[in-house]
T-cell receptor, first 114, second 113 residues
Framework: AQSVTQLGSHVSVSEGALVLLRCNYS??????LFWYVQYPNQGLQLLLK??????LVKGINGFEAEFKKSETSFHLTKPSAHMSDAAEYFC????????????FGIGTKLQVIP | NAGVTQTPKFQVLKTGQSMTLQCAQD?????MYWYRQDPGMGLRLIYY???????DKGEVPNGYNVSRLNKREFSLRLESAAPSQTSVYFC????????????FGSGTRLTVV
């Protein structure tokens, strides 16, 4: 079984401040990890993914995430928040090595304060 | 690039009515999925199709049926809608096993009264 925990259903940051969205996972096999972003009334869009190799992965819109196996974490960061980053962010885990059924976290709504 | 197209975008049903949600992708993906999104619960997998001709249950399949009509199309049917099925429904597709991530449609907002 696999699961995802996103700490904080709502996060507020000031424009220009660091964005940190937390994600912890559990998986009995090496995981594939994803971050998706959802803007209002839209579908989810892939931000970045970790499958194998480099543990620091860079995505679109200046976001990056680091896979830390020892901490079972995959936190999403961005050095400087922009108003356009306001959206809901979902962390997801897939089962590495087997058929991909992905489990999603409950999401974190990011508010950016001008 | 159309990607994943879902129809309709909005629908209101009365309890007991039936309807089919349509999904089509133009990326030549093998795998397709149906999720529902509810506040505070994230996305939950209803059914998936690993390849044309196969379908399997996900986490919350009760009250739903699916058809993988061909490689492009994957439909979701509610035979007798219930208020508990009020939700936003997303179709997604992936090239193979999904390790590259999913491409999502824009969703169908369904209300059952």
């Amino acid at each position: 079984a696999q699961s995802v925990t996103q700490l904080g259903s709502h996060v507020s940051v000031s424009e220009g401040a660091l964005v940190l969205l937390r994600c912890n996972y559990s998986s009995s096999v090496p995981p594939y990890l994803f971050w998706y972003v959802q803007y209002p009334n839209q579908g989810l869009q892939l931000l970045l993914k970790y499958t194998t190799g480099a543990t620091l992965v860079k995505g679109i819109n200046g976001f990056e995430a680091e896979f830390k196996k020892s901490e079972t974490s995959f936190h999403l960061t961005k050095p400087s928040a922009h108003m356009s980053d306001a959206a809901e962010y979902f962390c997801a885990v897939g089962r590495g090595g087997g058929y991909q059924k992905v489990t999603f976290g409950i999401g974190t709504k990011l508010q950016v304060i001008p | 690039n159309a990607g994943v197209t879902q129809t309709p975008k909005f629908q209101v049903l009365k309890t007991g009515q039936s309807m089919t949600l349509q999904c089509a992708q133009d990326m030549n993906h093998n795998s397709m999925y149906w999720y529902r999104q509810d506040p505070g619960m994230g996305l939950r997998l209803i059914y998936y199709s690993a390849s044309e001709g196969t379908t399997d249950k996900g986490e919350v399949p009760n009250g739903y049926n699916v058809s993988r009509l061909n490689k492009r199309e994957f439909s979701l049917r509610l035979e007798s809608a219930a208020p508990s099925q009020t939700s936003v429904y997303f179709c997604a597709s992936s090239r193979d096993r999904g390790q590259e991530g999913y491409t999502f449609g824009s969703g169908t907002r369904l209300t059952v009264v």
